[in-house]
């Protein structure tokens, strides 16, 4: 089981950025891809970017060309970047790993003030 554990949420102003990272433990962490969900409050959790083994990547339309997703394997670690924040990008965000039957962090609260 892939223990995983997100950092970098916070409090910012609409139009500041913020960097989520998300360490996971075990060494198989480069074989498997790695996403971030959000969810706001009475919403469903949503997918806003993956990315695979090989680097490729999906970003949810709603926040293409603002929010960037990375990872960095010999760190067991992946990364989101966000840009141009916007009030309706607060919410809770969840790292995910698909190892086996996929393991889901905690989550860290971003808020984004207008």
């Known amino acids: 089981q892939v223990q995983l554990v997100e950092s970098g949420g916070g409090l910012v102003e609409a139009g500041g950025s913020l960097r989520l990272s998300c360490a996971a433990s075990g060494s198989s962490f480069g074989i498997y891809t790695m996403a971030w969900y959000r969810q706001a409050p009475g919403k469903q959790r949503d997918l806003v970017a993956r990315?695979?083994?090989?680097?490729?990547?999906n970003i949810a339309d709603s926040v293409k060309g603002r929010f960037t997703i990375s990872r960095d394997n010999a760190k067991n670690t992946v990364y989101l970047q966000m840009n141009s924040l916007k009030p309706e990008d607060t919410a809770v965000y969840y790292c995910?790993?698909?190892?086996?039957?996929?393991?889901w962090g905690r989550g860290t609260q971003v808020t984004v003030s207008s």
């Open positions: 990315i695979t083994v090989r680097g490729s990547t």
């Open positions: 995910y790993s698909g190892a086996g039957l996929g393991s």
